[in-house]
């Protein structure tokens, strides 16, 4: 078996390692991936992957090095367990990895949860894997790019709302381009309440492609912060560019209500340390929010909504989303050093396709 190790340091070294598929217990299954998502979002895993425990997932023993969690869809090829049998197919989070073994337990007619103890305490979202019937390919990469991204821009747009946008006059999305936030600034630009501005920022390259798109009020390149209005906002990072950030901070000051960090994406340019004029950043974390509304609406209303709102994103990303399968772990790492170097065209969606290594 294969897996892609990367550095958990300085997470743009990676490698694929053999690793010796362990024997299966009584009430597990072994499940081996058929495709997965690589991702800006991964990047963003890997950078916070000691913080919000993303290397605890998918655990090895190799010293200094970790899995990155992925989205896709996995077959089960070998099973002890009454919960899941030979043939079945789950989408979830997965090792960038050939193979998974879980403890599964049933979760309602189309669910699996996996139980392995290391995942006890971990955000139960992430535990979480939905029965995948069919077998249609397109279906599967479209899931993998979109689903989980779309899911946090469904959350951060709740959670803006349910913070009566904390009041403020404009909504500033960084790095508008990035899937999550072209997801945001559609949720937000088609909500029942809507902020009275949205703004995208993002790279020079990108500004015409996130302008066609038409769910931004204003669109604006990174070096054009300055420019900003200086009214009551909310910043929503999606990059961790530090530099960005301290512009932005400087520029609103005191006006600015609140300021979100959502990714890292911009890992290489990220500087917690850094100043910053105005409020501090605080992480926002989804399965803290899915949580909420889980509490408060009960099991399965917040789920439903977010599959609602990624369905309706998918006829739209078919004007514009150009999917490149890769085949085997073995073109992993390329596409992986483009990421972690922020070389991803918003257009384009990667998947590893392991069916034909």
């Not at 991702?39 to 998918?58: I, M, P, Q, S």
């Not at 190799?62 to 197919?89: C, F, N, Q």
């Not at 390259?205 to 200086?230: M, P, S």
């Amino acid at each position: 078996m294969r897996e892609l190790h990367v550095d958990q340091k300085t997470i743009a070294d990676v490698a694929v390692a053999e690793a010796t598929p362990p024997a299966l217990n009584d009430g597990e299954a072994r499940l081996r991936l058929q495709s997965c998502a690589v991702t800006a979002n991964n990047v963003t895993y890997a950078a916070a992957g000691f913080d919000l425990k993303y290397w605890a997932f998918f655990p090895t023993p190799a010293e200094g090095k970790g899995l990155v969690p992925v989205w896709g869809v996995a077959e089960v090829v070998e099973s002890r367990s009454d919960v899941l049998r030979v043939g079945e197919r789950l989408y979830g989070f997965l090792p960038l990895a050939e193979e998974l073994v879980m403890q599964p337990q049933a979760a309602g007619e189309k669910g699996v949860i996996d139980r392995a103890p290391h995942r006890a305490e971990l955000p139960g979202v992430y535990n979480h894997y939905a029965r995948v019937t069919g077998n249609d390919a397109k279906r599967d990469h479209q899931r993998a790019l979109l689903q989980p991204l779309l899911a946090t821009s469904y959350v951060l747009k709740d959670w803006l709302q349910d913070n009566d946008f904390f009041e403020a006059e404009q909504i500033i999305v960084g790095s508008a381009s990035s899937k999550t936030g072209l997801g945001l600034c559609k949720f937000l630009s088609e909500g029942e309440t809507r902020p009275k501005h949205i703004v995208g920022l993002t790279s020079a390259r990108n500004k015409a492609f996130v302008e066609a798109l038409g769910t931004c009020d204003q669109v604006l390149t990174y070096d054009a912060v300055d420019t900003l209005a200086q009214v009551p906002s909310v910043y929503v990072d999606m990059s961790g560019n530090a530099q960005v950030k301290a512009a932005l901070h400087a520029r609103l000051a005191d006006v600015l209500r609140h300021s979100s960090a959502v990714g890292i994406s911009h890992w290489d340019q990220f500087n917690p340390s850094v100043p910053l004029a105005g409020p501090k950043p605080e992480f926002f974390f989804a399965p803290s929010q899915i949580a909420k509304r889980q509490k408060e609406w009960g099991p399965g209303v917040m789920e439903r909504k977010i599959g609602e709102s990624w369905q309706s994103m998918v006829a739209d990303a078919a004007d514009w989303l150009e999917v490149t399968v890769h085949d085997g772990l073995a073109a992993a790492p390329e596409v992986w050093a483009a990421m972690a170097a922020g070389q991803a065209d918003p257009r384009q969606g990667h998947i590893i396709s392991f069916s034909a290594a």
